[in-house]
């Protein structure tokens, strides 16, 4: 047998070709072999370094480029090697070194220069990396590569139109460039030119249908275009290639909270942080998707993850600033706002959502001058030009208010909650059909939208239309804001069923004037032969225990006996069909109780005749009370009037105190008023009551007492429109601003009145 021997040359070919075939063990070996026979050959040292950086021994790797440099310190190849393996190990300085000794051999070696531009981009020194590209095209124009770098440098410096043409120009080199044509896609989308962008992507897929890169692009674009379920099967299609491919779990999150797919959106972010647990974005989002879940707890730790990650992510802190403020929590939400922008001051969402903030906190000019900045940053933001109609209103500018929400409606015809609350707006201007046109439209849009429907109810009922006015009012009870719903697995009782021999609960929901308004229902629900069972408030409780037709008064929050069937209070007037005629309107079906009638206020006894009780202001929680509740230095010009003159008010306002201390003939029992019985036994030593909207009126229209209701422009739909009676109660008068939204008409005419009043009462009691 002959046996053949190799030269050096032959054996390194060998080894070069087994390495270029992908047989990388095989040609260690050979490698290994040869440098057992020739253990300098700098050639071989080399190509055994470059072996075993695909291998991934990079230490093995490292030693032997060093070695061939110790052997042949010129080889500009083991230079460029060396300083591609030390980027890889995240080691920049050291690869920017070896990168510069073999420029200083080659200044115009193309592969390093092009290496070294990208290590400087990785290093986001941006501008020495395209002009190390610009050096790569002045020796080379046709090199694709060193275009389609260029190009990714471009981006990083925000320049998207002189980065496309340079991809442009690479794939006029070479058409099959995928990584041009997934990178051109992501210029064109920078540059919100999606379906060119959607375009290109498509190209790059058609060459290599597995390209994650353009897939999870693609899949982004399709999300910004809204063609969600098109998106969801991009991510899908990665995943099926990669399954543990992080960012296409999270883009899929992303598109599955679009479709409001919460619990798969939620599992998504899951899965990405299971791979990459400090992954900011997916924690972010993650609160965000918990938040959608209505798991408010769990979103705000999620949130508070990512910020413990990286205190100043201004998704993060606007996301839990969101979360905040539906827990209620405005002061915190607010702050949460303020350190986003404080890292992003030109971010419109947080400028906006801050501004909503303020606005449930009732610091309304504050609130309008952070949508104003919102809109001075995006003019065309629509959620900030909504809720800049909302404050707006709030502050009585209505108009102004009108034409936000139309300058978003222009921008987006479809956006429903804007055509509500334009709708609410009108509704303010007494523009009642335009109002309820505009409710239309977002029904059309959104048709089970709870507060559209409960909007066209408001409107229904203060115009008299009582048929359609129950219903809409009965969506209430669907609303996410606004009113505690009450879930029980006894059937509600809308009117329907029988229920003689039943029990049935009914429960209160708002504030205490509806209770006291619609208390009156008991009697009627009594006579279909059920045992009624009324839960209300505590400080109403004694007040309402012997109303007739009941059968027991729980206060809130004691234990339920059982019962058959429940309905809320504000409920039974559609239980009943009740129209205008119809309104059990008899008085006085509330009564205080004897022993408050005893105990309480003697001190009164020994002041004369007539004797004026008054009531300035209301909850000041209550949505409308900036509209309702009066100071109570506007009604100093009744108190010249030859009365006494007391004091309904249990609570009063830091204003109205200093007031309160120098009109020293004004009786105030404050804290003497325990609940409503006392303030009833109070009531009924009085002559006439004179309230704002508030629960006062309502006790004193329940009670039988004559009493007079200030009321705004545009009131609560019980009051109804153009008449100065009431049908719910026999015994009041309704005093109504005029045109121009003024309390000071109002008193002037409740003065003039009152002094009819008085002499009236002195006659009759002579």
Not at 388 to 409: F, I, N, W
Not at 514 to 526: E, G, K, N, S
Not at 647 to 672: M, N, P, W, Y
Not at 724 to 749: C, E, K, M
Request: charged share 25%; proline share 4%.
């Amino acid at each position: 047998m002959t046996t053949v021997s190799l030269t050096l040359s032959q054996a390194l070919e060998i080894a070069l070709a087994a390495y270029r075939a992908g047989k990388f063990i095989e040609a260690e070996q050979i490698c290994q072999k040869l440098l057992s026979a020739a253990p300098d050959s700098v050639t071989a040292i080399h190509l055994l370094a470059v072996i075993h950086t695909s291998l991934g021994k990079n230490d093995a790797a490292l030693a032997g480029y060093d070695c061939v440099l110790s052997l042949q310190p010129e080889f500009v190849e083991a230079l460029n090697n060396r300083g591609a393996l030390l980027k890889e190990l995240k080691r920049f300085d050291q690869a920017l070194a070896s990168y510069d000794r073999a420029l200083s051999l080659r200044p115009d070696h193309v592969e390093v220069l092009n290496n070294r531009g990208g290590l400087l981009l990785e290093l986001g020194r941006h501008d020495e990396a395209l002009e190390i590209y610009d050096r790569v095209l002045a020796l080379r124009p046709e090199n694709a590569d060193a275009l389609n770098n260029r190009g990714v440098t471009l981006q990083a410096l925000r320049r998207p139109d002189a980065a496309l043409a340079s991809y442009d120009r690479a794939l006029s080199l070479r058409p099959d460039f995928v990584a041009a044509l997934n990178n051109r896609g992501i210029a064109l989308y920078e540059l919100e030119r999606f379906d060119e962008a959607l375009a290109s992507y498509d190209r790059a897929l058609l060459i290599w249908p597995d390209y994650v890169d353009a897939l999870n692009n693609r899949g982004n674009t399709l999300n910004k275009l809204s063609r969600h379920m098109e998106a969801l099967a991009s991510y899908d299609h990665v995943l099926t290639a990669q399954p543990r491919q992080v960012e296409a779990l999270y883009n899929r999150g992303g598109v599955l909270r679009k479709l409001e797919r919460f619990d798969e959106a939620l599992a998504s972010y899951d899965g990405a942080l299971g791979l990459r647990p400090d992954y900011v974005e997916a924690l972010t989002s993650r609160g965000a998707a918990l938040h959608d879940l209505k798991r408010f707890d769990e979103a705000l730790a999620s949130c508070d993850g990512a910020l413990a990650l990286r205190p100043d992510d201004a998704e993060a802190l606007i996301n839990r600033g969101d979360t905040l403020h539906h827990l209620k929590r405005y002061d915190e939400a607010l702050t949460s706002y303020d350190r986003a922008l404080a890292s992003r001051p030109d971010d419109a969402r947080a400028l906006t959502n801050r501004g909503v903030a303020l606005h449930d906190l009732m610091r309304y000019d504050e609130a309008l001058a952070s949508h104003e900045r919102a809109l001075a940053v995006q003019p065309d933001h629509v959620a900030a030009l909504n809720n800049r109609g909302v404050t707006l209103r709030k502050l009585g500018r209505l108009e102004e208010s009108l034409a936000s929400y139309d300058h978003a409606l222009a921008i987006r015809p479809d956006y429903a909650e804007a055509f509500t609350n334009r709708g609410v707006t009108l509704h303010d201007l007494m523009r009642f059909d335009e109002a309820l046109a505009s409710y239309d439209r977002a029904l059309i849009l959104q048709p089970d939208c709870a507060d559209t429907h409960f909007f066209v109810g408001l409107s229904k009922l203060l115009t008299g239309d009582f048929s359609r006015g129950w219903i809409g009012y009965e969506w209430r009870r669907n609303r996410r804001t606004g009113f505690s719903k009450r879930d029980f697995p006894q059937p509600l009782w809308l009117g329907q069923d029988q229920i003689a021999g039943k029990t049935i609960l009914l429960h209160s929901e708002q504030g205490f004037g509806d209770t006291i308004q619609f208390c009156r229902y008991a009697p009627l629900v009594a006579a279909r032969g059920a045992r009624v069972i009324v839960e209300v408030e505590q400080p109403l409780q004694d007040l309402l225990t012997g109303l007739a037709g009941t059968t027991q008064v729980i206060a809130k929050g004691s234990p339920l006996p059982d019962f058959d069937f429940h309905c809320p209070l504000l409920s039974l007037p559609l239980a009943f069909d009740t129209w205008l005629e119809t309104i059990p309107s008899s008085t006085p079906y509330l009564r205080s109780p004897v022993q408050n009638l005893l105990n309480r206020h003697t001190r009164l006894e020994t002041r004369p005749r007539p004797r004026i009780g008054l009531a300035w202001s209301g909850n000041a929680e209550h949505a409308r009370d900036r509209e309702r509740s009066i100071g109570l230095r506007t009604f100093l010009p009744l108190l010249d009037v030859e009365a006494t003159f007391v004091s309904l008010q249990k609570e009063v306002r830091a204003d109205d105190a200093e007031t309160l201390k120098e009109c020293g003939d004004i009786l105030h029992f404050g804290d003497e008023l325990e609940d409503f019985a006392d303030t009833a036994a109070l009531m009924s030593r009085l002559d006439l009551v004179i309230s704002v909207d508030t629960s006062i009126a309502h006790l004193a229209g329940a009670l039988g007492k004559p009493v007079w209701v200030l009321l705004t422009h545009v009131p609560d739909w019980r009051w109804l429109l153009d008449r100065d009676d009431s049908p719910w109660y026999p015994t009041a008068h309704l005093f109504r601003q005029n045109d121009f939204r003024d309390w000071g008409h109002v008193i002037a005419r409740v003065r003039d009145a009152l002094l009819k009043f008085v002499e009236s009462n002195r006659t009759s009691l002579q």
